[in-house]
């Protein structure tokens, strides 16, 4: 990697007024960073990691149902603390890369990468979360802009996701077979007034709603309501030496259906 | 006590340095303040080198020395790598083209060696590559072996800008063997006849620690320390292309994070490196990355066959022919050439009784990095071919895949058996081994189990494979046993360990038959100063040459301890017995341990008595076999194949240590499992590897497998005085096939009539579709 310096500030405002430098960048787990810097992908000046700030860690139950996950959060302790309140975001969180990775990489640097394939954000947008940062707040649906593009703006940091619980949820994760990402994964959330279902993994355009999905389950919330549609269009979809647009279409609705299945 | 020994269990004595990190790897033991080695590589598959400007990269901060093929020819350093080449059919030789150190006139598959950058970080040489200006001239990229889909025509005439201009179809050799027109007449004659095509696609053997070289110049001498398969042929090797005496070389190769046949070869980044270090008269030090390692280090299989077999009407084979297209790579590696034509000749007709056979093997070129030994060398290929063939058999014939085999069994009353292909078969109880398989597998109880998978939406199969190996590698080796000052002893062995436990199972050996404490016993290996010559590891060969050269030791050892003992009694050498642990002198109470007898000679001055080395060579091959019986099921919806049950009995004649044994035989299963489910190279069509990190290239995992089921049924060879049979590739070459076939049965009930791996659940998905499509 190319050199760079490294600060480890211990609040919030001390890390947004770093990152206001030339050519910083906030370094969460690295799980995703460090790896592409050791390929001498990137070439930040500053480095500024986010692991020291209290105010960014731990996850609570909010008033108004919710759990609010700090963006510092590393996946193992969602994976813990999220089980008896939303088991299905704590399933998907348990089930992210191998333990070295879940106990080093964060719910932050995970939603503000925006890997296709990445996990949290099937269950950011599957929840209809809100993305706080150190400026504002944003809409899971206002969020994710396409692969590895998000509304982030240079030097925003993400301090907090908030995720309404819902009655019953699941995340089905087909694993591409080298990386163990998700080939396609599904998340499905029931809630009093509807059922998202959000795809990542599948789509040229990053994470996205299956709307045919929502409404048919909305109605009727079965994993027979689902056999009803049709495939998702294929053409759309990421096609590589894992799998075909046609494969990860099929795949978008046998595990929709699965996920409505096993939902708890 | 026997020849033999005891077989035990005993635990290996090295896990505990290995697993809390005091091995000795290469780069752990690099030389203190050795400078960095870093290659440019070709970023592109085919070209015509125009420039290299290095002019700004020599200058950068750190930079000490920059090579490359101009350099080198200044040097004097001019031979280019070698290879064991085989001849056409007509008995002319392959074309063996000059495989330059560093790239020359032309650049041949994406990661070839253009430049050595060496300075005095790793950093520093990286940035320095980044500054080196490299042109090169595109060319058409030859990707796929000639004939199968790049338009290039096969052996009738030239390609456009072949990867050679010595082989203008990209065709290196058209080998053949066996008897033509004795195959052809079976044919004709046949009552039935079955023919499959059988692709066995491109892997990377991906060892744990990956390769690793430091050379460091001192007084006149080249010391080398590096991960190997065994120290000598790199000695040698170093020795004539730097032009060097061979004792001006030196070569050390201490713990080996696993080899698998990848790294027995000699590369071009080992020369210059050394050349670096003699040049600059210090020490350099190199160690691939993960993904350099997968651009440039030999893979392995990459072939295709069409096979065919003739049968009577008894469905007993009367011929078998085999037409293998295999590809080399960019250039011919130092043993590639060998691969699919004679060491899958070794054991071309398996386990059975076939009494004419034909093998013709053509040899490409491609834009693609060099293919070579991985793990079982050319007989897993053979194998993997004949037993899928047997299996499309025994459904073309309306016959149980085992029944076939049993009547085309090899009978044991017929061993010692020429096979066609020119080996003999010492002993072999194939059709008890099957038996024995059959039972621990419950293979008559599939039925009820398919049913049960199928009442779950899964697709149940089973396959069997029967398998064959012939042990490979130098047959014969040297050993040194050596009593040292601090009153222990020392072995010398001319094999390397690769991880499979050698320090346990020779110290052990040593200490069955000498009665000297095994915690006493110290194993060298891999340094050639120590030791003048060897084998390494490679063909599942080291115990049985090994432990066969330490009994020849021993037996010296005892004549010399007894003659001594005998003199200092005043004896004859006759009244003096040994026990395998103490010498008796008849007439006394006396007895001494060889650590006794070694100390009172050391007293008497007799320092000739203190060390014996022996050299032997096996009378013959031995030939491991058994056989493999699996069940997969395969998820329709997402053609997720699992594998469920495993069953394996091996014949590999006695065991010295069958717990290590059993850890072989687990391992072996996981690389061919690996390869035949998920494994595999891909190149896109401008020839960059697309699997060139483990994001992509998927390998195998405890979770991917079942608890196996082993045993093993000895039939003891008759072609080494311990009847040892090799375990190292046994396993890999037994999975394959037999998991290949369990999926097929699976998938064959859908209408799927041509499954090849890797079975990965995108590929099963299709096969399944595409069987839906053309059902109607
Ligand atoms: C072997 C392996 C397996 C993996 N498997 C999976 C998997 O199965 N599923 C999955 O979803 N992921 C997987 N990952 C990725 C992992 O989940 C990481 O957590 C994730 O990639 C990034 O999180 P991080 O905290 O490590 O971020 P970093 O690597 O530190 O940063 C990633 C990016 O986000 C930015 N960033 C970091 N934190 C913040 C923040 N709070 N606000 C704004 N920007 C920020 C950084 O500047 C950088 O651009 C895997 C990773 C590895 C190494």
Redesign the pocket.
Known sequence: MYNFDLVRPTSIDEAVAALGEEEA???????????TLKQRLAMPSKLVS?TAIAE?KGVCKTDDNALAIG??TN?ATVAQEAAADFPGLAHLAA????PA?RS???I???L??N?PS???PAAALGTGATIKTNKREIAADDYFQGMFATA?EEG???TEVRLPIPEASNYQKFEQPA????LVGVFVAKYADGVRVAVTGASNDGVFRWSEAEAALSSDFSAGAVDGLSTPDGSGMISDLHGSGDYRAHLVKVLTKRAVAAAS | MDAFGKSQPVRRREDLRLLTGAGRYTDDTAPEGALYGYFLRAPVAHGRITGIDTEEAAASPGVRLILTARDLAEAGVTEGLFTVMVKNRDGSPGIAPRRPILAEDKVRFVGEPVALIVAETLDQAKDAAELVMLDIEDLPVHVEIAGAGDGGRDGDGAVESPVHVEAPDNLCVDFALGDEAATEAAFAEAAHVVTLEVPDHKIIANALEGRAFSAAWVDGRLHVTMSSQGVWTHKSQIAKVLGLPEDAVHVVTEDVGGGFGMKTMVYPEYFAIAQAARHLGGAVRWAAERGEGMLSDNMGRDLVSTASLAFDADLRITGYRVDTRFNLGAYASQFGPLMQTQLFSRVLTGVYDIPAAHLRSRAYFTNTCQVDAYRGAGRPEAIYVLERLMDRAARELGIAPDALRRRNFIPPEAFPYKTVGGETYDVGAFARVLDHGAAAADWDGFEARRAASEARGRLRGRGLCYYIEAILGAPDEGVRVAFEPDGGAAIYVGTQSNGQGHETVFAQFLSDQTGIPVERIRVVQGDSDLIASGGGTGGSRSVTVQTNVTLKAVAELVGAFRAFLAEEAGVTAEEVVFDDTHFRVAGTNATHSMLDVAEMARKAGRDDLLSVAAHDKLAARSFPNGCHLVEVEVDPETGTVTLDRYTVVDDFGNLINPMLVEGQVHGGIAQGVGQVLMERVVYDETGQLLTASFMDYAMPRANDLPFFHFETQPVPSTSNPMGMKGCGEAGTVGAMAAVANAVQDALWGQGVRQADMPFTPHRVWEMLAEARIAAG
């Open positions: 960048q906030p370094l969460g787990g690295g799980q995703t960073l460090i790896p986010l960014m963006g510092g996946h089930n992210i890369g191998d990775v080093r990489g964060t932050g640097g995970s503000a990468n890997d990445a996990c949290y982030l925003e940091i993400i990386s163990r990402f998700a």
